[in-house]
Nanobody, 115 residues
Framework: QVQLVESGGGLVQPGGSLRLSCATS????????MGWYRQAPGKERELVAR???????FYAGSVKGRFIISRDNAKNTVYLQMNSLKPEDTAVYYC?????????WGQGTQVTLSS
């Protein structure tokens, strides 16, 4: 059973920064790719950023230039550094890992922007 455990969410002011972490229960190399999704109230879950085992990265247009996805292979952890946060970034953020046809999800961590 694969477990993904997110941490790092919280309440932050617009313009601030947060770093989310996603720790996996097995080697990060066992996944084809890992990424972060988010779901705001009343909206569908959307892809925020993704990194592949080959090191390629993808960002949603709304976060490009502000968010950075990275990985620490030794710690089996993926990070999402979020800078210049905006009120519209408020959402529950989920870690995702793909291993062939299987998708694994974390429990989610809340990020709230409030002045």
């Amino acid at each position: 059973q694969v477990q993904l455990v997110e941490s790092g969410g919280g309440l932050v002011q617009p313009g601030g920064s947060l770093r989310l972490s996603c720790a996996t229960s097995r080697s990060i190399f066992s996944f084809n790719s890992m990424g972060w999704y988010r779901q705001a109230p009343g909206k569908e879950r959307e892809l925020v950023a993704r990194t592949t085992i080959g090191g390629k990265t993808f960002y949603a247009g709304s976060v490009k230039g502000r968010f950075i996805i990275s990985r620490d292979n030794a710690k089996n952890t993926v990070y999402l550094q979020m800078n210049s946060l905006k009120p519209e970034d408020t959402a529950v953020y989920y870690c995702n890992a793909e291993a062939g046809p299987r998708n694994y999800w974390g429990q989610g961590t809340q990020v709230t922007l409030s002045s």
